[in-house]
């Protein structure tokens, strides 16, 4: 009898594991790697996530730029067949948006900015500040905002935990992890700009630019709480029974 309620018991943990790795693997990530076409003309094939890039008058699109051995997706004007000729060197610059629109409603795990530098690095004359918007069904939206401070940090304005992933100074990659960024909402996507400002250079390429790098989203919190509140019962159920 004990030996089968513990053979029981082993196999409901055993499923419920189960249903939560299948469950967990509904997060999806969204990089670079999910490009096809040149550097100049991207397309996603994710089948998580639509990306699509805009200039304000809808004269944009993607691309695939790398730079100190990182790649990330950012925006060029429409018909720029080469990434030098672009103002911002394929990079999504203060009048440019890359929106990031998820299958389903999704809580952000993380996401990774590159190519954001300290003020005289990489012919950049300001410290750079990206600016993240999410958006849900409701129209609701919550915006963050990604600051260069230091050789070393930037900041993050809705709390989370920001990660120096490669330093924000030649030769790096200016990268950064955005861990947590809006909480636990479920949200139903993201843009990404630069912030102008609002210096009069003579070149765009050096105010704020950037590119992103990887967005991951996390299963919903109420569906794994459930999962495990489904698993505990079954196995009060059962032992129950046994006794």
Known sequence: M?????SNTLGL?????????????????????????????????????????????????????SFA???GIGVATNGTTKIKDDPSWGEID???TL????????????????????????????NEIAEVTAFDTLGNTFTGILSVISET???????????????????????FR????????ELDG???????????????SWDSDFVVGAVKTVPEPGTLLGLLGISTLGMLKARRRQK
């Open 13 to 65: 943990i055993a499923s419920s594991a189960l249903v939560l790795s299948t469950t967990s693997a509904q997060a999806a990530k969204l990089s670079a790697a999910d490009c096809v076409g040149s550097n100049y003309n991207c397309t996603i094939t994710d089948p998580f996530f639509s990306v699509a890039g805009s200039d304000g008058a809808g004269n944009a699109q993607l691309t695939r730029k």
């Open 94 to 96: 203060y009048d440019e």
């Open 153 to 175: 940090t930037a900041t993050w304005s809705l709390g989370g935990t920001v990660t120096t992933l490669s330093n924000p100074v030649e030769p790096f990659a200016g990268l």
């Open 178 to 185: 955005i861990t947590n960024p809006f909480g636990d909402m």
């Open 99 to 126: 929106t990031v629109n998820f299958a389903e409603e999704k809580a952000v795990e993380y996401i990774d900015l590159g190519f954001l530098y300290k003020k005289g690095n990489n012919s950049d004359k300001v």
């Open 2 to 6: 004990k030996l089968q309620t513990l």
């Open 190 to 204: 993201l843009s990404f700009t630069a912030v102008d400002s609002g210096r009069d250079f003579s070149r765009q």
């Open 69 to 71: 051995n990182y790649e």
